[in-house]
């Protein structure tokens, strides 16, 4: 099957990632995952939610909004009130960036990750962990140039991309058009030591087997790989 934009079956779009996109934040980075655009900008807190005062460790948690004029209709802006599907992206970016992040390293401080779709073509989600990702390296660089940290907290680098099955062929990270189309969507958060952090999976329209989850997880690894160079090419530039 011929792609939409002529891509091979397990080739990602064309993804640029722009550090320091924003003059202010602690962090931030614009990526670009073929006409999908995310701007990631992180903000250092002194401070801890209730539940974690007193106990030494730090948070990272996330937010994910998208402008109105992203999609292909105006979507109403969330006006204070977080949609369900926001809500459940905003947490999933958060998990994932905690889980290669030493909490206790951290202090009692919090980092809020702040994920702004300016364009959507599908993989939104997947475009702002891997975005996110080398904002909050930034801003926990600055900590530690700062001295209010002894060493980096991140363990590893985490990175997620798309994988779905359109007209029974798999196909890595869908553009909107073969999302639309998609019998089976993946999306797979992935560390670079090459384990999992998430996998969220739907039939869309038939069952998957074994096989096909087997060979899902086998062409999301080949992706965040490359991802992965993207990322360290961007943060060996910055130090």
């Known amino acids: 099957m011929a792609r939409i934009?002529?891509?091979a079956?397990?080739?990602?779009?064309?993804?640029?990632?722009?550090?320091?996109?924003?003059l202010h934040a602690e962090g931030s980075a614009l990526i670009e995952l073929g006409l999908t655009r995310v701007v990631c900008a992180v903000t250092v807190e002194e401070r801890v939610p209730p539940f974690l005062r007193g106990g030494g460790k730090g948070?990272?948690?996330a937010e994910y909004s998208m402008l109105p004029r992203a999609t292909l209709t105006r979507t109403p802006r969330e006006a204070g009130r977080t949609t369900g599907r926001s809500h459940e992206i905003q947490r999933l970016i958060g998990r994932s960036l905690r889980a290669v992040t030493d909490l206790n390293l951290l202090g009692e401080r919090t980092l809020v990750v702040d994920c702004d779709?300016?364009?959507a073509d599908g993989g939104t989600r997947t475009a702002a962990i891997t975005g996110a990702y080398?904002?909050?390296?930034?801003?926990?660089?600055?900590l530690v140039v700062q001295g209010a940290l002894p060493r980096m907290p991140l363990r590893t680098a985490v990175a997620a991309v798309s994988v779905g099955v359109v007209d029974r062929e798999l196909l890595l990270d869908l553009c909107y058009e073969e999302d639309c189309r998609a019998e089976t969507d993946f999306n797979i958060v992935m560390t670079s030591q090459g384990e999992f952090v998430e996998i969220?999976?739907?039939?869309?329209?038939r069952p998957f087997s074994q096989e096909t989850v087997l060979a899902i997880l086998s062409l999301a690894r080949k992706g965040t790989d490359h991802l992965f160079k993207v990322q360290r090419s961007v943060l060996r530039a910055e130090v």
């Open 200 to 205: 969220q999976g739907t039939a869309e329209s």
């Open 134 to 142: 080398v904002a909050l390296s930034q801003a926990m660089h600055g």
């Open 59 to 61: 948070w990272v948690t």
């Open 9 to 22: 079956p397990d080739e990602l779009r064309p993804v640029r990632i722009i550090p320091r996109y924003l």
């Open 5 to 7: 934009d002529g891509r």
């Open 117 to 119: 779709v300016l364009q």
